[in-house]
């Protein structure tokens, strides 16, 4: 499992600053889709250098495993690199999704 963790933490860092991905984006560009409950758990052990805060559920949804106020930590994360969030607390997917697929194609 070891081994699939580096690689979750190496895209991961690949995230630019003000933008997200979900765990199922992460398990899909690493070749299985089936995997995101992994990624959450690669996420819970990451290093310091990971940037975890932009990660997100596939609904834009944010997680409580943040200290040490949950999915507020995780909001404020997320705002002092100017993600857009929806009104319902989500983080705007349709505006800050990254999709390196996209960005390669350019």
Same mark, same amino acid.
């Given at each position: 499992?070891?081994?699939?963790?580096?690689?979750?933490?190496?895209?991961?860092?690949?995230?630019? #600053? *003000?933008? &997200?991905?979900?765990?199922?984006? @992460?398990? !899909?560009?690493? /070749?299985?889709?089936?995997?995101?409950?992994?990624? +959450?758990?690669?996420?819970?052990?990451? #290093? *310091?250098? &990971?940037?975890?805060?932009?990660? @997100?559920? !596939?609904?834009? /949804?944010?997680?409580?495993?943040?200290?040490?106020? +949950?999915?507020?930590?995780?909001?404020?994360?997320?705002?002092?690199?100017?993600?857009?969030?929806?009104?319902?607390?989500?983080?705007?997917?349709?505006?800050?999704?990254?999709?390196?697929?996209?960005?390669?194609?350019?």
């Amino acid at each position: 499992m070891n081994g699939m963790f580096a690689q979750v933490w190496a895209l991961v860092r690949q995230v630019p #600053p *003000g933008r &997200v991905t979900t765990y199922g984006d @992460v398990a !899909r560009l690493l /070749g299985n889709p089936r995997l995101s409950r992994a990624v +959450g758990y690669a996420m819970h052990d990451a #290093p *310091g250098d &990971v940037p975890c805060h932009r990660v @997100v559920n !596939r609904e834009g /949804g944010l997680s409580d495993a943040f200290q040490p106020m +949950g999915k507020e930590t995780h909001r404020i994360l997320l705002e002092m690199e100017d993600v857009p969030f929806l009104m319902n607390g989500n983080v705007d997917l349709a505006a800050c999704r990254w999709e390196p697929e996209m960005e390669r194609l350019g």
